[in-house]
Nanobody, 122 residues
């Protein structure tokens, strides 16, 4: 059974940092793309960043480029999202996802974690 488990969310002041983790288990993800998405109250789920598990190539939403960094640790089967210079508008539930295609669309991802709350106070 495939499992993606996020951790690392919390409350932080504007300008602060958090690192989210996504531990993957249940299958081999070497050919998969790992993505981070977020959903704020009353808004649609939006793409944040993605990384190709094997090659490590990355892609970011314009809203987080230069502030967030996605990375992976193959030995630990874990993907990270380092978030710096956080803003109140980054407040959302953050989800980890896995899929076979390099896509910004949530519909292209097959597996999802349960989400972790990130709250940035002003």
């Amino acid at each position: 059974q495939v499992q993606l488990v996020e951790s690392g969310g919390g409350l932080v002041q504007a300008g602060g940092s958090l690192r989210l983790s996504c531990a993957a288990s249940g299958r081999t993800f070497s050919s998969y793309v790992m993505g981070w998405f977020r959903q704020a109250p009353g808004k649609q789920r939006e793409f944040v960043a993605r990384i190709w598990w094997s090659g490590g190539s990355t892609y970011y939403a314009d809203s987080v480029k230069g502030r967030f960094t996605i990375s992976r640790d193959n030995a630990k089967n874990t993907v990270y999202l380092q978030m710096n210079s956080l803003k109140p508008e980054d407040t959302a539930v953050y989800y980890c996802a896995a899929g076979p295609l390099r896509s910004r669309s949530s519909s292209q991802y097959d597996y999802w974690g349960q989400g972790t709350q990130v709250t940035v106070s002003s």
